[in-house]
T-cell receptor
Framework: LAKTTQPISMDSYEGQEVNITCSHN???????ITWYQQFPSQGPRFIIQ???TKVTNEVASLFIPADRKSSTLSLPRVSLSDTAVYYC??????????FGAGTRLAVHP | ETGVTQTPRHLVMGMTNKKSLKCEQH?????MYWYKQSAKKPLELMFV???????ENNSVPSRFSPECPNSSHLFLHLHTLQPEDSALYLC?????????????FGPGTRLTVL
């Protein structure tokens, strides 16, 4: 299983772009990279998933370099409601998704 | 989001009680999961079911007993729990395709063991 490393916490201000980088040096060929968001006392919510290069949806972008040993979740123009824990996971598509401590993002007025 | 529902949302029980948590997914997925999340700790995978068959038991104590009667329903039966079992219990489902899958989580059951 590929282990992931993320910053424990980050601070930002409303309207700024936030980039959270995740390291996964041992990512396997079949692994995809998935990011989740979790608010207190709620289940994690899927944000975005990718395999290589760049993926963009209505809430975020995911940048994956050619070696795939890291990935960056980009949240454009964050608001107070984006304050949450963000998890980076890698997996080959079956069963084991190991959640780490995630990154606690605090967005300030 | 109502793709994965869990009941009850909150549960308080004594150590001698027997209770069950219920999870239902309306997404047509083939895999279901139970996770435990204690205060300020990462999610811990407890059980995995694929096509109703248990494929993962992450060294969970026997006082937690899962049941998956079909691919849409998942139960977690609880008996003689300990106070340290108090946590948020999360259910998730997924559909594996092309080597990747996305898990969709329910809102969780907040369990307090007195």
């Amino acid at each position: 299983l590929a282990k992931t490393t993320q910053p424990i916490s980050m601070d930002s201000y409303e309207g700024q772009e936030v980039n959270i980088t995740c390291s996964h040096n041992n990512i396997a060929t079949n692994d995809y990279i998935t990011w989740y968001q979790q608010f207190p006392s709620q289940g994690p919510r899927f944000i975005i998933q990718g395999y290589k290069t760049k993926v963009t949806n209505e809430v975020a972008s995911l940048f994956i370099p050619a070696d795939r040993k890291s990935s960056t979740l980009s949240l454009p123009r964050v608001s107070l409601s984006d304050t949450a824990v963000y998890y980076c996971l890698v997996g080959d598509g079956y069963n084991k998704l190991i959640f780490g401590a995630g990154t606690r993002l605090a967005v300030h007025p | 989001e109502t793709g994965v529902t869990q009941t009850p949302r909150h549960l308080v029980m004594g150590m001698t009680n027997k209770k069950s948590l219920k999870c239902e997914q309306h997404l047509g997925h083939n895999a279901m999961y139970w996770y435990k999340q204690s205060a300020k700790k990462p999610l811990e995978l407890m059980f995995v079911y694929n096509f109703k068959e248990q494929t993962e038991n992450n060294s969970v104590p026997s006082r937690f007993s899962p049941e998956c009667p079909n691919s849409s329903h998942l139960f977690l039966h609880l008996h003689t729990l300990q106070p340290e079992d108090s946590a948020l219990y999360l259910c998730a489902s997924s559909q594996t395709r092309e080597g990747r899958h996305t898990q969709y989580f329910g809102p969780g059951t907040r369990l307090t063991v007195l």
